[in-house]
């Protein structure tokens, strides 16, 4: 199968809501298997979504806000999910896997916004394809990474 090919079925998965894709009406004939999972963040965006940029307490709420996400984020405890999830992978054995709300957090001592740089942070803090990517070798699963795309890099002040 092309690589080209598997770009092709990845995205469409991605375009779909479908768990565990098999034919049910021929449960004896195998094309291809496709997982497709929400990571999910681990927290609700409300607390910064919802401020008001006019708002003389604007930096404060939104030092508050992003403290707030970042604490469910934490929480949430993504690493404990990942071991779940891919031990469920490991154990359906899909031939692809297609990721949504893949998370990428980086942290930057003395943050941009507060002291007015310019340099992004680099520092990886939480990565969420990383971390499951370990899951799964710990299970003995073997997928590689076909395609990625960025859909939001921001950065706030913590």
């Known amino acids: 199968m092309t690589q080209k090919l598997l770009k092709t079925v990845l995205v469409l998965c991605v375009l779909t809501s479908a768990g565990w894709a098999q034919d049910a009406t021929n449960p004896g004939s195998r094309q ?4 497709t999972i929400n990571l999910y963040v ?19 709420q939104l030092l508050a806000g992003v403290a707030t996400i970042y604490t469910h984020i934490r ?17 359906r054995g899909p031939d692809l896997v297609a990721l949504q709300e893949v ?13 007015g740089g310019t340099t992004p942070a680099t520092e990886p803090d939480l ?32």
């Open 32 to 35: 291809i298997d496709v997982a």
């Open 42 to 60: 681990g927290a609700d965006f409300s607390p910064i979504l919802s401020l008001n940029p006019a708002d003389p307490n604007y930096g404060a």
């Open 127 to 158: 990565d969420y394809l990383a971390i499951l990517m370990e899951a799964l070798e710990k299970y003995g699963a073997h997928y590689a990474v076909v395609a990625q795309i960025q859909d939001v890099d921001v950065e706030v002040p913590f």
């Open 103 to 115: 998370t990428l957090i980086r942290r930057q001592t003395q943050g941009d916004s507060i002291f």
């Open 75 to 91: 929480q949430s405890d993504f690493h404990v999910r990942a071991d779940t999830l891919a031990q469920d992978i490991v154990r």
